[in-house]
């Protein structure tokens, strides 16, 4: 019988024109839901790895091996530079490309449109907070936070800053007097998480030297998602939540929240306990005044001014987006400032000329003891251009993401005609510390020279190639506060001590981590001056 007769036959599949019927429609929705889908996803990938040029990945593991993530593969993206100057499409493996981007061009189209960044890892602490949000949520709400950082109000805070200093300068005494070397980090630590939870929301971070049971479950947090981050087996929520480390993760984000919340609620009953007319204002930038209602005799934190927040409707947050946005302020804010405390000791322990010359500056402007004021801080050029420095070199966020929601279009600045076109949904990886020490941007990009940020050593310079607060819409809300405690803290260290490193110890390494830190700590030599 010809071949076109027995596929006329009813049931020429399985036997009965019924069951024919049902094997049809499995195979036309495998085909749709399986076999159409692989084919576009390899299509695309193909499309990405011909208009992206990259390295040779190997067939595989991609660049894996050949970019880890770790201090090498940091050092391994820089020399890129050189065969890549624009842009590569780096594989992870077979199924997940990404795009890096490292030059100030694409970064600055990137940056100037409005993309979502897709942090889904972290989305079960940080809820809808601005760091996960995207769209008209995020807007609404950058706008109610944005007082919350007008330089009026973080004025207030550096009291805070002062007080908090002797969690370190007690422990650098200690060291001093024992003569040996300790690591700096934990302190430098436990002092950030200290002064941002004072100013967040008025709370010790820790009591008799132990971490507040929510300090605890945001750092258990953070390793569960380390650990998961290196693990793609792990990648998906479906087998991620089924196992050991993804249920420590959820109690962990259970207890935060829950912990945020009574917070919330016992402030929002101080609140209205409190005489309505004590008032704090401040200036807004656009010269208008601001005004909240205040504790009695309590500077303002965060949360005072998070649960008065009114947009033009007078709509404010709800209790839930209060909860995101406390909890985005630890996750965003503690250990960024920490490590970049932590590579500015390194680098001033280093450079033993810089700290000299940072130190008479802080002695000149401040005198060699009592508060540091806020009327100091703009004085402190010096210091000012060391910092700068100290997060070109180590820009501890650094590296960010986005998917792209429109295809998009690139110039390569190094030819007059090419352009490459990236794809709706493709992700891209912007990468801070490769753009840092880009050397068609910075002179001697591996040395440490403050210098390179005097405004006459500036001027020609792109302001999309120096982004360690990141730019444009997007970036950080927290910038100011994080420099002032800082500058702050340095000034306390500077007056009172000289830091060095342990002998035999020249160079440490970096560990991208979920933020760039000093791989294994930093140890330090402390003496009294
Ligand atoms: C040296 C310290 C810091 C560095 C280097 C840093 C860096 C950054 C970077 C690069 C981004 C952009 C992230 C992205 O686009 O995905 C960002 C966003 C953000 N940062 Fe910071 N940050 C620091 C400190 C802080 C502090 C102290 C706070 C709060 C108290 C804070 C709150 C935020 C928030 C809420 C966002 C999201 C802003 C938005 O998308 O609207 N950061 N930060």
Not at 131 to 151: A, D, E, M, N
Not at 172 to 180: H, I, M, T, Y
Not at 217 to 225: D, G, L, N, V
Not at 416 to 440: E, Y
């Amino acid at each position: 019988m010809a071949v076109n007769s027995v596929l006329l036959q009813p049931g020429w599949m399985s036997g009965t024109l019924l069951s024919d019927v049902i094997v049809a429609f499995i195979l036309v929705v495998v085909v749709k839901s399986v076999v159409v889908p692989t084919v576009n996803f390899f299509n695309a990938h193909r499309k990405l790895w011909k208009t992206v040029p990259s390295p040779t990945p190997h067939w595989l593991l991609g660049h894996v091996l050949q970019l880890p993530h770790n201090d090498a593969g940091y050092r391994k993206r820089v020399e890129m530079i050189r065969d890549f100057p624009f842009m590569f499409c780096h594989q992870i493996s077979w199924f997940v490309n990404l795009v890096f981007l490292y030059h100030p061009e694409p970064i600055k189209k990137l940056l100037t449109t409005q993309h979502p960044k897709g942090y889904k890892t972290v989305k079960h602490l940080l809820g809808n907070g601005l760091i996960t949000s995207s769209g008209k949520k995020w807007q609404r709400h950058r706008h109610l936070l944005t007082p919350v950082f007008y330089f009026e109000v973080l004025k207030s805070y550096v009291k805070t800053f002062n007080e908090s200093i002797p969690l370190l300068t007690d422990w650098l005494e200690k060291v001093a007097e024992s003569g040996e070397s300790g690591d700096i980090c934990k302190q430098l630590a436990i002092l950030s998480y200290s002064n941002l939870s004072q100013c967040v929301m008025s709370q010790p971070a820790y009591k008799d030297g132990t971490p507040m049971p929510y300090a605890k479950a945001i750092e258990t947090f953070s390793q569960t998602s380390m650990k998961r981050l290196y693990n793609p087996l792990m990648w998906s929520d479906k087998v991620f939540f089924r196992t050991k480390m993804g249920k420590e993760m959820l109690e962990a984000c259970n207890t935060v929240h829950d912990a945020v919340r009574k917070i919330i609620r016992d402030r929002k009953q101080v609140l209205t306990q409190s005489d309505k007319n004590e008032r704090v204002s401040c200036a807004t930038e656009d010269g208008t005044f601001l005004s909240f209602q205040s504790r009695k005799n309590k500077s303002l934190d965060f949360l005072d001014m998070l649960i008065q927040a009114k947009d033009e409707e007078g709509q404010g947050l709800s209790e839930q987006d209060i909860v995101d946005e406390v909890t985005t302020m630890f996750s965003a804010g503690q250990e960024t400032t920490a490590n970049a405390m932590s590579w500015f000791c390194y680098l001033l322990a280093k450079n033993q000329d810089w700290q000299e010359k940072c130190q008479a500056e802080v002695m000149e402007v401040c005198g060699s003891d009592g508060e540091i004021l806020w009327e100091d801080i703009p004085k402190l050029k010096i210091l000012s251009l060391c910092v700068k420095e100290t997060l070109r070199l180590y820009p501890v966020a650094s590296m960010v993401g986005r998917t792209l929601t429109s295809d998009m279009t690139f110039k390569n600045p190094y030819s007059s005609t090419q352009t490459v076109t990236l794809d709706k949904g493709t992700a891209v990886v912007i990468n801070f510390h490769t753009l840092h020490r880009h050397p068609d941007f910075w002179e001697d990009p591996e040395a440490f020279d403050p210098e390179r940020f005097t405004a006459e050593r500036s001027k020609d310079r792109p302001p999309f190639a120096y982004l360690p607060f990141s730019g444009s819409y997007r970036n950080c809300i927290g910038q100011n506060f994080a420099l002032n405690q800082i500058k702050v803290t340095f000034c306390h260290i500077l007056r009172r001590f000289r830091l060095r490193l342990p002998p035999g110890v020249k160079n440490i390494a970096m560990d991208p981590a979920l933020t760039l830190q000093p791989h294994n700590g930093l140890p330090v030599k402390v003496e009294k001056i």
